[in-house]
């Protein structure tokens, strides 16, 4: 018998090598894979515990602002400020802050509308809230999951919060001079002693004094829509002959000035205060520099100012100065050294030129008042300027 070798192919050897590649491809896939996978969800935690940093600092901040508002302490709103952090958990411990990441100072708007921010500035009017989780932080720093596998072991976010807590104590000082009972269509621009009406209280339906309390009362109304604390108070002015300090006349004397109502918490007393003046037989001429002192006066009593609260008076006049030896303009000064800003109101004759001098002088703004209805729109303006922003 005749054996025969069968003869066998070889392997395909270029399939093997494609196999075995293949297989190396997939592994390294794999290892990119799952290295996308543990990146992102460290990058996902990273996110939010930002998020969440974010909030507790804004937490914080606002806490601070509010307490301070309302405590006026400085040691009470820091405290508040860290009670709010604690709350709120940021990567898995409550957010702890030193007393250096609680800043108190002072921002101002540039005219450009950003903010500009001076740590320890003068007046205080602002707060700002460093929330960190580095490791020198009393939380530390954030772990990651699988930081080790590049090297990254830690997460440390920082985030700043700054708010302008604007609470203002408010003086608004209005004209009660004799021309303020004449009718909104009359065009002379003073009362004659001889004229009927000047022996008896304004007509508070057809006078001017009717439309300025209208216009007080939809500024506290306004007020009552504003998130911030405002305390108000109620000037009124008027004056004698050749600067006298009093005007007596229909068996009734005025003061060249009087504080209606001091700085209060319940605005209502400014409305109450208005109601009993619109009662009174007042008269007299128009001594604007007098308005101004009481003004500063009233904003500045120890008893009643709040240190931390901006000051702001509203300033209302239907008439050119008459009375007083001063010029209001040059009274302005006094009101900015205390850091008073004045927002004058020229209603009727009032000198326009003089009010936007007093303005100017204290950074207020000026306003033209033409009619009744523009008047009260004003003084709602104000009451509604907007106190209280983030600004980072």
């Known amino acids: 018998m005749i054996h025969t070798r069968q003869q066998h192919e070889p392997a395909n050897k270029n399939s093997t090598t494609r196999q075995g590649a293949i297989v190396v491809l997939a592994a390294v896939m794999m290892i990119v894979f799952l290295a996308s996978v543990v990146f992102s969800v460290d990058v996902s935690y990273m996110q939010l515990t930002k998020a969440k940093l974010r909030a507790a600092t804004d937490a914080a901040a606002r806490a601070a602002g509010e307490g301070l508002s309302r405590e006026q302490d400085i040691d009470y709103a820091r405290q508040a400020a860290k009670d709010i952090a604690a709350a709120n958990r940021v990567g898995g411990k409550p957010l702890l802050l030193d007393d250096a990441d609680i800043v108190f100072g002072n921002s101002s708007q540039q005219s450009s509308g950003a903010w500009t921010f001076t740590p320890n500035g003068d007046p205080i009017n602002a707060v700002r809230v460093f929330g960190r989780r580095t490791r020198s932080a009393p939380s530390g720093s954030v772990p990651l999951f699988f930081g080790r596998v590049f090297n990254v072991l830690d997460f440390q976010p920082v985030q700043a919060a700054t708010v302008v807590r604007?609470?203002?104590?408010?003086?608004?000082?209005?004209?009660?001079?004799?021309?303020?009972?004449?009718?909104?269509?009359?065009?002379?621009?003073?009362?004659?002693?001889?004229?009927?009406?000047?022996?008896?209280?304004?007509?508070?339906?057809?006078?001017?004094?009717?439309?300025?309390?209208?216009?007080?009362?939809?500024?506290?109304?306004?007020?009552?829509?504003?998130?911030?604390?405002?305390?108000?108070?109620?000037?009124?002015?008027?004056?004698?002959?050749?600067?006298?300090?009093?005007?007596?006349?229909?068996?009734?004397?005025?003061?060249?000035?009087?504080?209606?109502?001091?700085?209060?918490?319940?605005?209502?007393?400014?409305?109450?205060?208005?109601?009993?003046?619109?009662?009174?037989?007042?008269?007299?001429?128009?001594?604007?520099?007098?308005?101004?002192?009481?003004?500063?006066?009233?904003?500045?009593?120890?008893?009643?100012?709040?240190?931390?609260?901006?000051?702001?008076?509203?300033?209302?006049?239907?008439?050119?100065?008459?009375?007083g030896t001063t010029q209001p303009s040059l009274v302005a000064p006094q009101a900015a050294a205390e850091d008073i800003i004045i927002h004058t109101i020229t209603f009727g004759e009032a000198n326009a030129a003089e009010m936007q001098a007093i303005a100017d002088a204290t950074g207020g703004n000026h306003y033209i008042a033409p009619d009744a209805a523009s008047l009260q729109a004003i003084f709602e303006e104000i009451a509604l300027t907007l106190p209280v922003v983030f600004t980072d």
Not at 172 to 178: G, I, K, W
Not at 181 to 206: A, E, G
Not at 286 to 305: S, V
Request: proline letters at 4%; aromatic letters at 6%.
């Open 166 to 323: 604007l609470d203002r104590d408010i003086c608004l000082v209005v004209d009660r001079s004799s021309s303020m009972k004449l009718y909104l269509d009359d065009t002379s621009p003073t009362m004659s002693t001889s004229d009927s009406r000047f022996c008896q209280p304004p007509n508070m339906t057809l006078s001017r004094w009717g439309a300025l309390s209208v216009a007080v009362q939809r500024f506290v109304d306004a007020l009552e829509q504003t998130p911030q604390s405002e305390h108000v108070a109620l000037v009124s002015y008027a004056g004698g002959i050749n600067g006298a300090s009093t005007y007596t006349a229909c068996s009734y004397t005025s003061n060249a000035s009087d504080i209606n109502c001091p700085l209060a918490d319940d605005s209502a007393q400014v409305t109450s205060a208005m109601a009993t003046l619109s009662t009174k037989k007042w008269n007299g001429m128009t001594n604007i520099a007098a308005g101004i002192t009481k003004g500063i006066q009233a904003l500045t009593d120890p008893g009643r100012a709040r240190p931390y609260a901006a000051k702001t008076m509203v300033l209302m006049s239907d008439g050119a100065y008459s009375a």
